[in-house]
């Protein structure tokens, strides 16, 4: 993984820099996916692709860039739940609604963009959001105990398939009737079942 440098040891015009294209790149990865064009993303955030190669001097160092931003909200879903064994139902809600506004968060998975190193760095850490927030929920009796984090990795590509997929329904009511359907198979069967 490509280390960038710290944003306090930035200048204020290059940590500027830096924001804007990672904020470029996230609208035009959400819209349009992993493969933009670099060149798109430097003009939307009004820099030169040499100030933007200086940042991130590859496409996988943009998107990890991108990326570990949105690890960084489901961690601190995880840390905002009021009980920690809500925490793990509460980071699926948030990340279903990564899912549903951002292309590209599907995409990092799948990616010719993204080593597959870096796949499963991210796939890793992503999962890791996971570990401590199942293992409360799986104590206090609201998550099944036979799920694992492997599972997990299974509701994640479920959710993205119902939040990019077609069908009958709109898109939002898919989204809420998988979402629905998922909260009901990781609950553990109540006594009349």
Do not use: W
């Amino acid at each position: 993984m490509t280390v960038q440098p710290s944003m306090t040891s930035l200048r204020a015009d290059a940590r500027r820099n830096r924001d804007a294209i990672i904020s470029a790149a996230r609208r035009l990865f959400a819209e349009r996916g992993l493969d933009t064009p670099l060149d798109a993303i430097a003009r939307e955030a009004g820099v030169g692709r040499a100030t933007m190669h200086r940042r991130f001097p590859t496409r996988e160092s943009l998107v990890q860039a991108v990326f570990l931003d949105n690890i960084t909200e489901l961690e601190r879903v995880s840390h905002a739940a009021a009980d920690p064994a809500d925490a793990y139902i509460d980071i699926l809600t948030a990340m279903l609604e990564m899912l549903v506004k951002d292309v590209g968060f599907v995409d990092v998975f799948n990616s010719r963009a993204v080593s597959e190193a870096t796949r499963q760095d991210i796939s890793a850490r992503f999962l890791a959001i996971f570990e401590e927030p199942l293992r409360h929920a799986q104590a206090a009796g609201r998550i099944r105990p036979d799920l694992g984090l492997d599972d997990t990795a299974l509701l994640v590509d479920m959710l993205s398939a119902a939040a990019h997929s077609f069908g009958p329904a709109a898109p939002t009511d898919r989204v809420n009737r998988a979402l629905a359907l998922l909260l009901d198979a990781v609950r553990p069967p109540g006594p009349d079942t």
